[in-house]
């Protein structure tokens, strides 16, 4: 942990980035989420306003009137303006920024070579954050793409995306490559429940007009092995999917309790993988680690190709490909088998089979 110098730093960014920073690194480092969304909701509050009102708001001390800017956000806000790093910031930057990982086994390497993510949501499904914030923080991190992968119409709890929504949402992405000018595309995507037999929760028509599939199982997880086994791996035959998605479904911490990982023949599914070229998911999301580590290196010894996804549901989780990349690497995957190492030409080839 850095030290914070006790004189206020110049700061030029203004009170917007500076709220969206203290969001990103309290998401990253896994803080309650209603803190993080005090800070997300000012800084949607004020982006709209001038910046001479919101100047005169901290000189009449008025800030706080604002619906949804409280005391810790309007003092951000207040130092922002006076063109100091606001306290809160510097503490931030200094206990949290930086690599998520230990430099072991090349980890950090690895990390560097990853060029996007093929797994995030927004909050038209389960996310928490608007499409666009979630493409501009992938751009901020260096990324040449994200693939926007909201959940199908099945998965009710999460909002699913019938296929109409997904058909707007389509647009929504064409509008927001429209404005990001290129050097960073926002790719098209679903996180696709696999059904009980093994088939898609979308039409054809709709997983045609998609550059990524991912597809992952979130319902009877608990299904006998040999149903598991013949319905996992009807899915990787299917021609739209990619990538196989937190194949084993365990939750091994965090706020929704543990879950024991599903039950099925791994090698079976992996050789399909590796026969219809679908990755298998390096899900980063530390409550999921999955696969575990024993079926993480029976992937590779099969001879799959992996992903390495950040499966976010808040911007500050597109950053969790560090712990992703710390597995691969401890498991010594080359990282020419990892699909999102590869240009984003490369991806999209190799995804249009
Ligand atoms: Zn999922
Ligand atoms: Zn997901």
């Known amino acids: 942990m850095g030290d914070v110098p006790d004189e206020p730093q110049a700061y030029a960014a203004g009170p ?6 203290i969001a990103f690194l309290l ?9 993080v969304k005090a800070y997300r909701g000012a800084a949607a ?7 001479d009102e919101v100047a005169r708001m901290v000189e009449d001390g008025t800030l706080t009137d604002l619906p949804g800017v409280g005391t810790s956000s309007g003092r951000v806000i207040a130092e922002a303006v006076r063109g100091e790093t606001p306290r ?27 060029r996007g993510d093929c797994h995030s949501h927004s909050d038209w499904s389960d996310g928490g954050s608007p499409i666009e914030e979630m493409a501009i923080t992938a751009m901020e991190l260096g990324r040449d793409y994200l693939v926007l992968t909201d959940h199908s119409p099945r998965l009710k709890v999460a909002r699913g995306l019938s296929a109409e929504r997904l058909a707007r949402q389509l647009d929504v992405i064409d509008a927001v490559n429209d404005h990001l000018g290129g050097a960073f595309t926002l790719l098209k995507g679903i996180e696709v429940d696999i059904l009980d037999d093994g088939s ?7 997983l045609d007009r998609l550059d990524v599939r991912v597809a992952s199982v979130h319902s009877k997880l608990r299904m006998d092995r040999d149903a598991m086994t013949r319905r996992m791996v009807a899915a990787t035959r299917d021609r739209h999917v990619n990538v196989l998605g937190h194949c084993t479904g365990r939750l091994v911490t965090g706020g929704r309790g543990t879950r024991p990982p599903s039950q099925f023949d791994a090698r079976a599914v992996f050789e399909s993988c590796a026969e219809h070229d679908v990755a298998v998911e390096i899900n980063s999301r530390p ?6 580590t024993e079926l993480l290196e029976l992937a590779r010894d099969v001879g799959c190709v992996f992903s390495i996804d950040s499966d976010a549901h808040a911007p500050g989780q597109l950053d969790f490909l560090w712990y992703g990349a710390e597995r691969a690497a401890a498991a010594g995957i080359e990282p020419d088998r990892i699909v999102n190492t ?3 030409e490369h991806l999209l080839r190799w995804a249009a089979k």
């Open 27 to 35: 998401e990253r480092a896994r803080e309650d989420t209603y803190k």
């Open 342 to 344: 590869w240009p984003k």
């Open 45 to 51: 509050v004020i982006l709209p306003l001038p910046d």
């Open 16 to 21: 917007v980035a500076a709220l969206r920073r």
């Open 200 to 206: 898609l929760d979308q039409t054809t028509e709709m």
């Open 287 to 292: 409550e999921r680690r999955d696969p575990p």
């Open 88 to 114: 809160r910031l510097a503490e931030l930057e200094a206990a949290y920024a930086g690599p998520l990982v230990a430099d072991e086994h090349g980890a950090h390497d690895l990390h560097a070579a990853l």
